[in-house]
C-alpha cells in the first residue's frame, strides 16, 4: 500500500479507458473474425483488469514486494487449473 | 519494556499495540486481504474452469445461449460498474486527503451504482425466467432451436449453458450484496469521521474487494455475453 495520492484527473483517465474499451469489446463481437474474435474479446478484459488492478488497487505504487508475489502467484495457482484441466478434455475423445 | 524506544503514548488510537509503526499495520491489512483475494479467485476460477470445459465441448450450445441474453443490459451494467470502480478509487483518494463529505458522498455513489447493477441484473433474470430459460423442468430452450435453424442445439447441454450462466452471475451478484453492506458500514463510520488521513484502511480494503468484484465481472461480461454474436451468414 501507498502513500502516494494521485490526481483525480488520472483516476478519469483510467474510467475514460475502462469506458472506451468496454465499447470497442462489445461493438468487436458482432464483427466475424473467425477464433480471433475469443483471443480479442480476452485481451481487452485482460488489458481492463490490468488496468483496475495497477492503478485503482494501486498495485504499480506498493511498495511490499509480498503482495506483488501474492498477486503473482494466485494468477499463476488459477492459470495452471485451467491449463491443466484443458491439457485433459482436449485431449480427449468426447464420446 | 519499559525501556522500549517506542514510545506507545505518541501514536494515536488507531494503532494496534503489536505493530511497529503505521505503515507497518497498513502493510499487514494490505496482505491480508490479498490473501484472501487470492482465495476468490481460486473460488471463481473452479467455476470458470467448469465454464471453459463446457464450453469447449458444447460450442454451438453456448454461443446460441450466448446470443440469447440482452447485449445491452450486459453493456450497460459493466459500464455501471467501472462507474462504481471510479467512484471508489476517487473515495479512497478522498480519504487519503481527508474530505470527509467528499468521502461520504463518493460512497453513497458507490452503492446507488451497486444497486443500479443488481436492479439491470434482476430484470436480465425476469428475462430469462419469462423465455423459460432457466435450467429445471419447466426449461425450453426451442425458441433458440427455431432462431438458429444452422445448429444443432441439445436441450441438456443448452440447460449446461444456462446453469453456468446463473451460477456465475449468481455467486457474482452475491458478492455484490456483501459488497453493498460492507460499504454501508464504511458509509456510516466515515459519516461519523472515523477515518483520517492517518488511518483509512478499512476505506483501502473495501475498496480492493469492490474493484476486485468489478474485475471478475470484467471477465464475465465477455465470456457469457460475448462467445458468438457474429452473424451467421
Redesign the interface.
Known amino acids: 500500500m501507498s502513500e502516494h495520492i494521485m490526481s483525480s484527473k488520472f483516476y478519469y483517465a483510467i474510467w475514460i479507458a475502462l469506458l472506451c474499451l468496454t465499447v470497442i469489446t462489445a461493438a468487436v463481437s458482432f464483427v466475424n473474425l473467425g477464433p480471433f474474435n475469443t483471443v480479442i474479446a480476452l485481451v481487452i478484459a485482460t488489458s481492463k483488469a490490468l488496468l483496475v488492478v495497477l492503478f485503482f488497487m494501486h498495485v504499480k505504487y506498493t511498495s511490499e514486494k509480498l503482495t506483488k508475489t501474492v498477486i503473482v502467484a494466485a494468477v499463476f495457482w488459477l492459470l495452471l487449473l485451467l491449463a491443466l484441466s484443458m491439457a485433459d478434455y482436449t485431449t480427449r475423445l468426447l464420446s | 519494556m519499559s525501556d522500549s524506544p517506542i514510545a506507545v503514548e505518541q501514536h494515536g488510537p488507531e494503532l494496534l499495540h503489536h505493530f511497529v509503526d503505521a505503515e507497518q499495520q497498513?502493510?499487514a491489512?494490505?496482505?491480508g486481504m490479498?490473501?484472501f483475494?487470492?482465495t476468490e479467485?481460486?473460488f471463481f476460477?473452479?467455476m470458470?474452469?467448469a465454464y471453459?470445459?463446457y464450453r469447449?465441448?458444447y460450442y454451438n450450445e453456448f454461443a446460441a445461449g450466448s446470443r440469447s441474453i440482452d447485449?445491452w443490459l450486459?453493456?450497460i451494467n459493466?459500464?455501471v460498474l467501472?462507474?462504481s470502480?471510479?467512484t471508489?478509487?476517487?473515495g479512497v483518494?478522498a480519504a487519503?486527503?481527508g474530505k470527509r463529505k467528499l468521502l461520504v458522498i463518493l460512497l453513497l455513489l458507490t452503492i446507488v451504482l451497486g444497486f443500479a447493477f443488481l436492479g439491470i441484473k434482476g430484470v436480465e433474470w425476469h428475462d430469462k425466467y419469462k423465455e423459460r430459460h432457466i435450467p429445471g423442468n419447466s426449461f425450453n430452450a426451442d425458441d433458440l432451436a427455431k432462431a438458429y435453424p444452422e445448429i444443432h442445439i441439445d436441450q441438456q447441454h443448452e440447460q449446461i449453458y444456462f446453469s453456468l450462466y446463473f451460477a456465475l452471475t449468481g455467486l457474482h451478484a452475491l458478492h455484490m450484496i456483501i459488497g453493498l453492506g460492507l460499504f454501508v458500514f464504511l458509509t456510516y463510520y466515515a459519516w461519523k469521521g472515523r477515518y483520517t488521513p492517518k488511518y483509512y484502511t478499512p476505506i483501502?480494503m473495501g475498496?480492493?474487494y469492490w474493484?476486485?468484484v468489478?474485475?471478475v465481472w470484467?471477465?464475465l461480461?465477455?465470456?457469457l455475453y460475448?462467445?458468438?454474436?457474429?452473424?451467421l451468414r
Open positions: 497498513r502493510d491489512a494490505s496482505l490479498w490473501l483475494l487470492a479467485i481460486m476460477g473452479g470458470f474452469c471453459l470445459i469447449y465441448s447485449i450486459g453493456t459493466t459500464a467501472i462507474c470502480s471510479l471508489v478509487a476517487l483518494r487519503q486527503m483501502e475498496g480492493l474493484h476486485f468489478d474485475i470484467i471477465y461480461f465477455p465470456l460475448l462467445i458468438d454474436r457474429r452473424p
